[in-house]
């Protein structure tokens, strides 16, 4: 097998995060539900965006976050996502290009614009997310380069991006492409309301041993396999997929990899600003652990440290020297 050209390539939404404080009382006026992620239509991201106060505009989308961490701890990525060519499309590639990812997804002319996340962020940290996908739902299978796929050692794929039809037979092409290149598929489930929607192909992508590296929090777990018990639900997992990692949010993070299995506890933080980007950050610390074939508590530890720097701050893009903590904290 070759050298690979990347550490990893993602395939994500392509979205611009619009963040800004917000009271509870605020959340409620607006009817929507906190800590939750909501869809919405592009006339929906207008009203929303009147209603907020001062906002920032920061690059984002799962996947992307992602590779930004990875990045920044020196690793080699790639990313694959549909923007407009608009203003937004613009912010999105100089940001991701900026911190040393790959991006060469061509710009769609016209409707819909750009993808935006408008995140209400309450004073405990919570961010009530309302997305309008745009563009990021017509990527097309013809935009992926498949020697790039086949040149990386993981693959990573957004759970977020399964919902609209074009990507997803983007996706499952990605995923031949790494297969026939006997490289390594991580997925993350993103979200119960997707796991609600597509639950049985998750299922089945797991089943048909074509996911490696599974991520998900305690919540997406119980959702994908029925069950509320932890530990039943990482048995149920665990055997289909050569490395599980469910992230526990202030109870930390614990793995299972064949008999292998590893827990570490929440990284302290002296507050929580804002946890947009935690469960990115987290799987970019794992994932760079195992890229440099660590142990698996070592992988959940860089994990946990990572997703400790993204919460300490507005944003979902790390700001403190991610090498530097991991020196400091991992010894």
């Known amino acids: 097998m070759s050298t690979p050209r990347y550490d990893v390539i993602a395939i994500g939404n392509a979205i611009v995060d619009v963040m800004s404080p917000a009271s509870d009382e605020l959340i409620e006026e607006l009817g929507m539900a906190k800590g939750g992620m909501t869809l919405i239509d592009e006339a929906g991201a207008r009203d929303l965006y009147a209603a907020m106060g001062p906002a920032r505009e920061i690059s984002g989308g799962s996947a992307a976050n992602t590779l930004a961490g990875l990045s920044a701890l020196g690793a080699q990525c790639a990313f694959v996502g549909q923007v407009a060519d608009d ?25 819909p614009s750009t993808a935006r996340c408008l ?40 759970g977020y991006l399964w919902d609209p039809e074009e990507p997803r037979r983007a996706m499952r092409s990605a995923i031949a492409a790494a297969r026939a290149a006997n490289r390594k598929v991580a997925f993350t489930l993103s979200d119960g309301f997707v796991i609600a929607r597509y639950g049985d192909d998750f299922r089945a992508l797991i089943s048909e041993g074509l996911i490696d590296i599974l991520f998900a929090n305690e919540g997406e777990l119980a959702a994908l396999t029925g069950e509320d018990d932890l530990e039943a639900g990482l ?62 508590e070592r992988c959940l530890k860089r994990g946990a440290i990572a997703a400790a720097e993204i919460i300490s701050h507005y944003g979902a893009r790390p700001e403190a020297d991610l090498q530097a903590l991991m020196a400091e904290r991992l010894g």
């Open 119 to 158: 995140i209400f962020v309450t004073p405990d940290g919570q961010r009530t997310m309302n997305t309008f996908l745009g563009a990021s739902q017509f990527l097309p299978a013809a935009a992926l380069n498949e020697e790039a796929i086949g040149g990386a050692s993981i693959l990573y794929l957004e």
């Open 235 to 296: 048995a149920a997992i665990g055997g289909q997929v050569e490395t599980l990692v469910v992230t526990r949010s202030e109870q930390g993070a614990v793995a299972v990899r064949g008999a292998e299995r590893a827990a570490v506890p929440a990284e302290p933080i002296a507050k929580v600003i804002d946890t947009t980007g935690a469960g990115d950050l987290f799987a970019a610390g794992f994932l760079f652990g195992t890229i440099r074939e660590e142990s698996l």
């Open 87 to 111: 203003q937004l499309g613009q912010v999105f590639a100089h940001d991701i290009r900026a911190v040393g990812i790959d991006f060469d997804t061509p710009m769609r002319a016209g409707e």
